[in-house]
């Protein structure tokens, strides 16, 4: 109950944002390839919704194995940093270099070099989304308060322990902070493939959508990205929640001890 009294402001200013669009649009006439009303693009929706599914479930599941792919990456490499200066100063550089090419820019060699399918995409959504989870993961890694670290060693303890039962437990809200934001960002990595070169998925859909000036079926496509991003954000949430209950909403705190 608390939490739905919480969420009731967002929810409001969502409903009052698409009555005021919708009105909006009716009272000043606004042509309907330029800006659709709500109800326009929700009839449009409906009228080829087994496509409009067809191209969800397309985008999802580049997001989801480009999400993971993250996941599996970043977290180890984030550890990799953190046990050692020499390899932080090693990998961090190149970390920076693979965040500064546009990934617009990459995304048609990558598909030259592997080939029109899933691979591309998801390698374009990975990339998008790992760069957060690792910087966070590190930052949390390296929080651990020095006492800890030094009682961890008067205990005789050695880096892997050090790593996994002291740094590790500490870090877990920052990689939950980061794991949200990759979350997000993964639903843009995944359009930003389909952009460039795809048959299928939401991207896909807006390009062709716009291209016939069907204006309410993309803006259809693009409200359904913003769901699948905030679905995606929450479920991390929920996760954390679950998982780590005392870490939930409190990054800068410390865990429990054992």
Not at 3 to 9: G, M, Y
Not at 94 to 121: M, W
Not at 201 to 223: D, E, K
Request: some cysteine; overall charge positive.
């Amino acid at each position: 109950m608390t939490r739905f009294k919480a969420a009731l402001p967002a929810w409001i200013a969502v409903v009052a944002l698409f009555v005021v669009w919708e009105v909006g649009v009716r009272f000043f006439g606004i042509r309907e390839f330029l800006l659709p009303a709500p109800s326009a693009i929700w009839t449009a929706t409906i009228a080829v919704w087994p496509m409009v599914l067809e191209h969800t479930m397309s985008t999802l599941m580049t997001v989801l194995l480009g999400f993971a792919a993250s996941v599996l990456v970043s977290l180890p490499l984030a550890m990799l940093i953190a046990s050692s200066r020499a390899i932080s100063a090693a990998i961090y550089p190149l970390l920076v270099v693979t965040q500064s090419i546009p990934k617009v820019a990459l995304a048609p060699i990558l598909i030259v070099a592997l080939g029109a399918n899933e691979l591309p995409r998801v390698i374009v959504t990975f990339l998008v989304a790992f760069f957060p989870l690792v910087v966070a993961s590190v930052a949390g890694l390296m929080a651990t308060p020095p006492e800890l670290i030094e009682l961890g060693r008067a205990c005789r303890a050695g880096r892997i322990q050090e790593l996994l039962r002291i740094r590790l437990p500490f870090a877990v809200p920052f990689v939950f902070g980061g794991l949200k934001v990759a979350a997000a960002l993964s639903v843009v990595g995944a359009v930003v493939a389909e952009f460039v070169g795809a048959d299928a998925g939401l991207g896909y859909l807006i390009q062709t959508s716009m291209a016939f000036f069907r204006t309410p079926l993309a803006f259809s496509a693009v409200v359904i990205l913003a769901i699948m991003g905030i679905v995606l954000f929450q479920a991390v949430s929920i996760a954390e929640r679950i998982l780590f209950p005392w870490s939930s909403g409190a990054e800068t705190s410390a865990p429990p001890t054992a």
